[in-house]
Nanobody, 116 residues
Framework: QVQLVESGGGLVQPGGSLRLSCAAS????????MGWYRQAPGKQRELVAA???????NYADSVKGRFTISTDNAKNTMYLQMNSLKPEDTAVYYCRGYRGYGREYWGQGIQVTVSS
């Protein structure tokens, strides 16, 4: 049974930082393309950042220079370090693991709220 469990969300003031974690079981993070997505109220889910099995990273333009995606293979966990947070970063954040057709898994989502 595959599980992706997000943690580290919450309420933060503009300009602050948070680190999200996605702990995986049932898959090996290092051989999957892992990604963070987010969905704000009334908007479509969008890609925030992704990292391939070859450690190639990709970021949405809106988070480049502020967010960093990484993995810890020993802990089988993916992270998203979020700095200089803005109110427009407020959303539910989801982690995703993908390795081809029929091997796509999502976490349950975690709320990030940026507000003063």
């Amino acid at each position: 049974q595959v599980q992706l469990v997000e943690s580290g969300g919450g309420l933060v003031q503009p300009g602050g930082s948070l680190r999200l974690s996605c702990a995986a079981s049932g898959i090996i993070v290092s051989i999957y393309t892992m990604g963070w997505y987010r969905q704000a109220p009334g908007k479509q889910r969008e890609l925030v950042a992704a990292i391939t099995s070859g450690d190639i990273t990709n970021y949405a333009d809106s988070v480049k220079g502020r967010f960093t995606i990484s993995t810890d293979n020993a802990k089988n966990t993916m992270y998203l370090q979020m700095n200089s947070l803005k109110p427009e970063d407020t959303a539910v954040y989801y982690c995703r693991g993908y390795r081809g057709y029929g091997r796509e898994y999502w976490g349950q989502g975690i709320q990030v709220t940026v507000s003063s």
